[in-house]
């Protein structure tokens, strides 16, 4: 997993934001909101070569940033597959590719609020899930969090 806190840290650097949309319209990724149904947050996909991400336009402010976080997650390390067909498919690649998303998009998330948990000194994934809103479930994906958070906070001088 360190090798998705590492793709996490060098995105942020290169682009300056460790906000997912903003990312994606750095990256030249279409962020589209549209009606979906209830059990779908999101997908995302490519037309032409050109990425793209759909988000379910009944999401919450977290919500939607969470989503395009794990759908980022996807597009970075997965290349642009069509994870809606991925999530509904439950063999082990599957949630192989899941895990890895949710832990790109904690590592994502975290770096945003860190200045949250600068003050902390012992990190749980409590607290993670709090400050950044996420699931416990998926703040869980991430091991050895506090190897990788003392690695975030070097890259973020605090
Ligand atoms: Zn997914």
Redesign the pocket.
């Known amino acids: 997993m360190k090798e998705i806190a590492k793709k996490v840290l060098e995105l942020i650097k290169k682009y300056g934001s460790s906000d997912p949309v903003e990312l994606c319209e750095k990256m030249g990724i279409i962020v589209h909101d549209h009606d979906l149904p209830e059990h779908i947050n999101g997908f995302a996909s490519s037309y032409e070569n050109i990425p793209f991400m759909v988000l379910n336009s009944s999401l919450n402010y977290y919500n939607r940033k969470i989503t395009a976080a ?1 759908e980022l997650g ?1 597009i970075i390390l997965h290349g642009a597959t069509n ?1 809606v067909n ?2 509904m498919n439950t063999s082990f690649c599957t949630s192989k ?2 895990r890895e ?1 949710d832990c790109f998009a904690a590592h994502l998330l975290i770096a945003e609020e860190i200045s949250q948990l600068e003050d902390m000194e012992c990190v749980t994934v409590q607290d993670i899930s709090m400050v950044t809103h996420m699931p416990l479930s998926m703040s869980l994906e991430c091991e050895g969090w506090g190897e990788n958070l003392t690695t975030l906070r070097d890259a973020f001088g605090i």
């Open positions: 794990h996807h994870s991925l999530s590719y899941e998303a």
